[in-house]
């Protein structure tokens, strides 16, 4: 089952034409990392994916259904299924990790308090984090906040989980943890993940398919063997490890 289609989408920020004809389709179940230098659109293209953008033309499916250009009220339901792990995790400051947990339960389900806590603890759980839920994020670590994200993000059960520069910033080791996260959350729960990363031991670590960015175009899209033997010579560097854009 094909889950999200991008069919000749374009998106420019005056006169930066940053995504020139996307063209590509994700199939449920699967982690597909997109790569490609900084300011190339990585971002761009997740964040059309619910609706944080719109693009100037082409189409956008989600599960087959048109969710192009919908009005923001028409993406709710898309986001309560297709969960966002923004870069910096995106925690509220004045909340403690229970508290930001419970949060979209409580804006988005019927679940009592007995069942916000018992969701709240068996989140925590699949991320490898105990007792911490009466710290505040000023409190945790680069990597903790990661996982709190992340624990909030697979907290409504959602079919898919869009990964924005998840080990930025973090540790080698540190790092390592969140990729083996990102396989455990697919293999467990069936996530679809979609992983924005110039890091290349989380492609290699995490990736299925491989989307290639570049000049505004998915200049490679495939497996990790099949990339590997791609003529693309700004690929290539890439995964010898020769190129940081």
Wanted: hydrophobic share 40%; charged share 20%.
């Amino acid at each position: 089952m094909t889950i999200m289609e991008f069919c000749d989408v374009h998106k420019r920020f005056g006169d930066n034409h940053v995504l020139r004809g996307i063209n590509f389709q994700i199939e449920k179940g699967e982690t597909v990392t997109i790569l490609g230098g900084s300011g190339s659109g990585k971002s761009v293209i997740l964040k059309s994916m619910i609706g944080l953008l719109q693009p100037d033309s082409g189409t956008i499916l989600y599960k087959g259904k048109n969710i192009t250009n919908l009005k923001e009220k028409a993406y709710f339901p898309i986001r309560k299924e297709v969960s966002y792990l923004f870069q910096g995790g995106a925690l509220f400051d004045s909340f403690n990790v229970f508290e930001n947990l419970a949060f979209p339960l409580r804006q988005h389900s019927k679940a009592d308090e007995a069942e916000i806590r018992q969701r709240v603890h068996v989140s925590l759980e699949r991320v490898g984090l105990k007792e911490v839920d009466h710290l505040f994020p000023p409190d945790l670590s680069g990597g903790m906040m990661k996982r709190v994200a992340l624990a909030r993000a697979i907290i409504n059960n959602p079919e898919v989980i869009l990964y924005d520069e998840p080990t930025t910033g973090l540790d080698p080791l540190t790092s390592q943890t969140i990729n083996q996260l990102i396989v455990k959350m697919q293999k467990e729960l069936e996530i679809t993940s979609i992983v924005v990363t110039h890091d290349m031991s989380t492609v290699f670590h995490v990736a299925d398919k491989l989307a290639f960015l570049q000049d505004g175009e998915i200049a490679f899209f495939g497996s990790m063997e099949e990339a590997q033997a791609c003529p693309n010579a700004t690929l290539c560097a890439y995964l010898k490890g020769g190129f940081h854009g």
